[in-house]
């Protein structure tokens, strides 16, 4: 991950930055798809572990001591914001038809979703140099991701503590492909409660849940970062592995049953499909999204292309 293979800056680099926050900020609407998924296969999730990985201590030091010319210079905010300003339109124009489709229409859209989280699986692997190692990580991954999607939402309370360490841990998950960040709020049983605060412009309420992305983001990022350059391979494949596991979470054909113990009101099964004009709507909408990441796939190799020739 040197700074040496990093793309020119120009203003075609922050299109392709900002089309990559939009399919970010689509996948993240909804609990159970990542948006580090899309990072992944749009080629800028190195870089955004890198970015994220520059605020740190030294950077705190030259704020503090006003020297700001150096901390414009040390952080990539060009990169961040426009990123950012891609993945909060995807969340403000999408967060009303994909909250309505959840509401009425879950089994096409969780079909779509699988398709998209299906061809991740495969454009990724097809990068990757297999052994025995990454294998068993892939295998550790996909187990560790199927038992976390499986969890049963519960009721939660909604002090400043129990908010600030459930925006650590989705903060966390949002980084990892395949294990999204609202899905842990939905486990935690802060997602409604979230959901409501912003949009009844409430931020004081949710003021700790960020609080508690940004510490838990920043020693993550560093984790993470050391785990991509020392260990890439198996890295890799144990993210292969979170997206594999996150399939169990994005079948769209459910059954609820009671759920077991204090506090679950259901639990969420796992059905095969009668074979009828849902499930075939179900089979193209899955067809589309495997398509869809494809298409994105191919246009990022051609990128990436382009700017090798550029820096050759």
């Known amino acids: 991950m040197a700074a040496t293979n990093r793309p020119p800056r120009g203003l075609r680099h922050y299109l392709y930055v900002a089309f990559s926050g939009l399919t970010m900020g689509a996948a993240d609407v909804v609990p159970g798809v990542s948006g580090g998924t899309m990072a992944f296969i749009m ?3 190195e870089e955004l572990v890198d970015a994220l990985k520059t605020f740190n201590w030294r950077l705190l030091l030259m704020l ?16 961040l914001a426009v990123l950012g300003a891609g993945i909060a339109a995807a969340v403000l124009v999408l967060a009303g038809p994909v909250g309505w489709l959840l509401d009425h229409h879950p089994v096409p859209l969780f079909a779509f ?6 061809a991740s699986i495969v454009t990724v692997a097809a990068r990757l140099r297999w052994s025995v190692t990454a294998v068993l990580c892939l295998l550790l991954g996909a187990s560790a991701a199927w038992w976390l999607v499986g969890l049963v939402p ?12 459930s925006g650590a841990a989705a903060i966390t998950a949002m980084m990892l492909p395949g294990i999204s960040g609202s899905f842990i709020l939905l486990v935690l049983g ?3 409660f979230a959901i409501d605060a912003v949009r009844d412009r409430d931020f004081l309420a949710i003021l700790p849940l960020v609080k508690g ?9 560093r984790i993470l970062s050391w785990l991509l350059r020392r260990h890439h ?8 592995g979170f997206m594999a596991g996150s399939l169990r979470k994005v079948w769209p054909f459910k059954a609820f049953v009671p759920g077991q113990g204090e506090g679950s009101a259901f639990r969420e099964i796992n059905v095969l499909p009668a074979v009828d004009g849902a499930f075939w709507l179900a089979a193209g909408l899955c067809v589309l999204g495997f398509l869809l990441v494809l298409g994105l796939n191919r ?5 990436r292309l382009d700017i090798d020739r550029e820096l050759s």
């Open 43 to 45: 080629g800028i999730y």
């Open 64 to 79: 503090v001591r006003l020297r700001l010319r150096e901390a414009v210079t040390a952080v990539p905010w060009r990169f």
């Open 113 to 118: 979703f699988l398709g998209l989280v299906l």
């Open 154 to 165: 519960r009721d939660m309370p909604h002090d400043a503590v129990t908010l600030f360490l």
């Open 190 to 192: 802060q997602y409604e």
């Open 213 to 221: 992305a940004i510490c838990g983001i920043l020693p993550f990022v």
């Open 233 to 240: 391979q198996i890295t890799i494949a144990l993210l292969i």
């Open 299 to 303: 246009m990022a190799q051609t990128r």
